[in-house]
């Protein structure tokens, strides 16, 4: 079975997250649904992040193993036909290798979370980013984010609920910049703990308020404590950019 690489966009909004679930819409349950009508028969999509609910895509990347050979662009635009109305849009098929697996096979994933820093409310940006009214101190939180960078045990920013085998990460990269209104968080690593970014954007934004130093951060990381994480940031403003092979 000929197996394809799929580049998938999309508004995490409407969903329950990436994953198959019993309680509602999924990405992967209308891709696989999408994808299915064309092709005739059921079909498994694997992604290489499990995005939870309300969380976006720019770049999420997966892989499908087809019944039979179908040309490129035909898989992309009859799983784009079969998408719609749904907020998810197929942006490239590519013929990929047997063995090429979307997850275990990504060797850096990138995620920025959005931040708009303003008094007014959203109008257009409803749901796509997080609104932080009080002036924030940019240059520090970006200074606080390289405190975190390396292999560290990332307990404090990890969900309770995670799954994951160990709580250390090596976090490749933490650049928090400004343009305008917009605070962008860019973090880059292999893998994260489950609400790692988002746990770290909220510890964060407590720097930039004022409400925590640069020391207050770190000393949050070394307590390997969830409790002493600061408020997590929403799924709204995080989008998964791009993942590398």
Not at 107 to 120: F, L
Not at 140 to 155: E, V
Not at 224 to 243: E, H, Q, T
Request: with cysteine; glycine share 8%.
């Amino acid at each position: 079975m000929p197996r394809y690489k799929l580049t998938i966009e999309y508004d995490g909004a409407p969903f329950v997250g990436w994953q198959v679930q019993q309680n509602g819409a999924s990405v992967q349950g209308v891709l696989e649904e999408a994808i299915a009508a064309f092709v005739g028969e059921p079909v498994t999509v694997k992604g290489a992040g499990r995005t939870d609910a309300g969380v976006h895509a720019l770049g999420q990347v997966a892989h499908v193993d087809l019944p039979r050979a179908f040309d490129t662009d035909t898989v992309r635009d009859a799983a784009n036909a079969h998408l719609r109305p749904h907020p998810v849009a197929v942006l490239a098929a590519e013929e990929a290798a047997d063995d090429f697996d979307a997850r275990f096979s990504a060797v850096r994933r990138h995620y920025m979370y959005r931040i708009v820093n303003r008094r007014a409310p959203l109008a257009l940006d409803e749901g796509r980013a997080f609104r932080v009214p009080k002036a924030l101190d940019v240059p520090a939180m970006h200074a606080a984010a390289q405190r975190l960078i390396g292999k560290h045990d990332f307990t404090t920013f990890r969900a309770t609920e995670c799954q994951a085998q160990s709580p250390e990460k090596t976090l490749d990269r933490l650049d928090v910049d400004r343009s305008g209104d917009d605070v962008l968080v860019t973090a880059v690593a292999r893998s994260f703990l489950h609400h790692q970014v988002r746990s770290m954007v909220g510890s964060l934004v407590m720097v930039g308020d004022g409400h925590w130093s640069g020391d207050d951060l770190f000393a949050a990381l070394q307590a390997r404590d969830r409790a002493a994480c600061g408020p997590v940031a929403p799924p709204d403003g995080l989008y998964l950019v791009a993942v590398e092979y």
